[in-house]
């Protein structure tokens, strides 16, 4: 079992930085894949980032590609998603998710096993 915590969400003008933390518990934090996925009202789920076990592997939304940079500290078995240049297209609600299959950079959600609570992110103009 695998618990997952995110932190790092808020309010934020249009322009601004945050950093999301995802904070895991449980399995081997190392085997796992880890994504960053949010959910706009009305929107389905999408993929915002995700990070092979090593963190040599990265895969980007086109959406947030040049804006955001997500990493792992596998010592603090935390991941980052670092958020640049927000826009409010970019409001939802962030979730952490690992995958402990072959497919760490999907889209689908349907590949992640484990799921945290999500953080709120709410960019204003």
């Known amino acids: 079992q695998v618990q997952l915590v995110e932190s790092g969400g808020g309010l934020v003008q249009a322009g601004g930085s945050l950093r999301l933390s995802c904070a895991a518990s449980?399995?081997?934090?190392?085997?796992?894949?880890i994504a960053w996925f949010r959910q706009a009202p009305g929107k389905e789920r999408e993929l915002v980032a995700a990070?092979?076990?090593?963190?040599?592997?990265?895969n980007y939304a086109d959406s947030v590609k040049g804006r955001s940079t997500i990493s792992r500290d596998n010592a603090k078995n935390t991941v980052y998603l670092q958020m640049n240049n927000l826009e409010p297209e970019d409001t939802a609600v962030y979730y952490c998710?690992?995958?402990?299959?072959?497919?760490?950079?999907?889209?689908?959600?349907?590949?992640?096993?484990?799921w945290g609570q999500g953080t709120q992110v709410t960019v204003s103009s």
């Open positions: 449980g399995r081997t934090f190392s085997s796992l894949g």
């Open positions: 998710a690992a995958s402990s299959g072959s497919k760490w950079y999907s889209q689908s959600p349907d590949e992640y096993n484990y």
């Open positions: 990070i092979s076990w090593s963190g040599r592997g990265t």
